[in-house]
């Protein structure tokens, strides 16, 4: 089975937009929205994408979360343009008459986290070196731009003042200070490359201008690839988790099949700490490597890594059946707690088979859609009968996670859609309280709504993506 050419390149955005991601339920200061199961106040998980914490969704604090993507269409002569679009939320749902659209083109995910100190949530995102229909510039570069929150909503960008190529991967205060830093992986993943240039971190907080208040040069020795931001041992410091495939070694031919490259960072007062990598992190696809995604998975307050991965296929169909693994948040580090979980659709209540390209939990996310106090679990099947689908898997009652036995898979054919996937984290758009889901079709943006006991609390309502400035989807 082969996925349609739009839920492949979705899936590929929303991977970028969920860096570092984390689950609704948590606020700054610690607070939870939720309960455990005995009807505890549990400290929330500090995941720091930003739209996973409780207000951080609202770019304007008028009690709606805002929706973010970024879309690709095709520019003149045939190059490939990719725009920032933000939707408001309001009472009635996405806002398409205040939809704003930055156009230029963009990579790497898109970031929330209030980076100056105001209590406005900014949007972070990196701009490449081209521009729609244009080659790059002679010593042009990637540089990350902060879009700041206020009343009115976004600012204009802003370029983060580091001098050279910045390409922000995660949001995180890594040494526990308050402020929000923004995270730069390098380029180049062998020592001898002669364009390689290291990762640093651009400490927090940030002035209007885009500057840092400080920049620090950091090694990763990763193979490239994405970076994961969460605290995920609780102790009240961000850590890191960077993923890639490896680079070829001299005698390797370029066909050979990726392997695996990970490095683990431990947040404490002076900055990330290289520590052990955690278990259960081998998740070959046939593309390479997925970057891990995070959440508050069994509402126990500390972030735990979703790992995406290949799963299991006949040889012809290839690796990518799909298969998600949960890495639990401990306090000696993720994986060193509870024993990892794996579902895949063979696992029993999950609707399907797993079958070549089905990509089944690739992206996934959690938030609490029927508001029970329990983390909800999204994941998208792009490649599911050759258009997609989202599958949800509510939290168990008695806190221990995710259930499968009780998991709904919503399809693209039956909303009258080529394709579907659903962006994550969850986030409350109307403003009811309730987590819901924004998913993205060719049509445009499907507002499925969060209710009491109840997922969804009524019918999915579609935007045009023209009404909110977004270009043809395919």
Excluded at 332 to 348: L, S
Excluded at 349 to 366: E, M, R
Aim: with cysteine.
């Amino acid at each position: 089975m082969v996925a349609p050419r739009f839920a492949l390149a979705l899936l590929g955005c929303t991977a970028l937009l969920l860096t570092g991601c984390a689950g609704n339920g948590g606020s700054r200061d610690g607070t939870a929205d939720g309960t455990g199961a005995t009807g505890e106040r549990r400290p929330a998980p500090r995941d720091r994408d930003g739209r996973s914490e409780s207000r951080t969704g609202d770019f304007d604090k008028d009690g709606y979360d805002d929706f973010v993507t970024a879309e690709a269409n095709r520019a003149s002569g045939g190059s490939w343009a990719r725009h920032v679009v933000v939707v408001p939320g309001s009472k009635s749902g996405l806002d398409a008459a205040r939809a704003t659209r930055y156009s230029d083109v963009y990579s790497g995910p898109l970031l929330r986290g209030d980076l100056d100190g105001d209590g406005f949530t900014d949007l972070v995102a990196t701009r490449e070196p081209t521009r729609p229909g244009r080659k790059a510039e002679p010593g042009a570069a990637y540089q990350a731009v902060v879009m700041f929150g206020g009343r009115n909503g976004l600012a204009k960008p802003v370029t983060v003042a580091a001098q050279r190529q910045f390409l922000a991967m995660a949001v995180a205060d890594v040494n526990g200070d308050g402020s929000l830093d923004l995270i730069d992986r390098g380029k180049g993943a062998q020592e001898k490359d002669p364009s390689r240039i290291p990762g640093r971190i651009a400490y927090g907080p940030f002035d209007r201008d885009g500057a840092p208040a400080r920049l620090v040069v950091k090694d990763w020795k990763a193979a490239g690839g994405g970076a994961t931001a969460g605290d995920f041992d609780g102790d009240g410091f961000d850590d890191l988790l960077f993923t890639g495939s490896s680079p070829y070694s001299d005698d390797e031919e370029p066909g050979s099949d990726p392997t695996p490259a990970a490095a683990y960072f431990r947040g404490s007062p002076d900055g990330p700490v290289p520590a052990a990598l955690p278990e259960g992190l081998d998740n070959s696809t046939e593309d390479g490597v997925l970057t891990p995604l995070a959440g508050d998975a069994d509402g126990d307050g500390v972030t735990d890594l979703l790992v995406g991965g290949g799963g299991i296929s006949s040889p012809a169909d290839g690796l990518d059946a799909g298969q998600l693994t949960l890495v639990y948040g401990a306090a000696g580090g993720p994986g060193t707690g509870r024993r990892n979980t794996v579902y895949d659709q063979e696992t029993p209540g999950i609707p399907g088979d797993s079958q070549g390209k089905d990509l089944f939990g690739a992206v996934s996310g959690t938030g609490d859609v029927n508001d029970d106090g329990h983390p909800d679990l999204v994941l998208n099947t792009p490649g599911e009968d050759k258009a997609g689908r989202f599958t949800l898997l509510p939290g168990a009652t008695d806190g221990s996670g995710p259930d499968p036995s009780r998991a709904t898979a919503f399809d693209a054919k039956i909303y009258g859609q080529e394709a579907i996937n659903a962006t994550l984290p969850a986030l409350d758009i109307n403003g009811d309280r309730y987590a819901d889901v924004v998913a993205e079709t060719p049509g445009g943006l499907l507002l499925f709504p969060g209710g009491k006991a109840k997922f969804p609390a009524g019918d999915p309502k579609l935007t045009k993506a023209a009404k909110v400035g977004m270009g043809p989807r395919n």
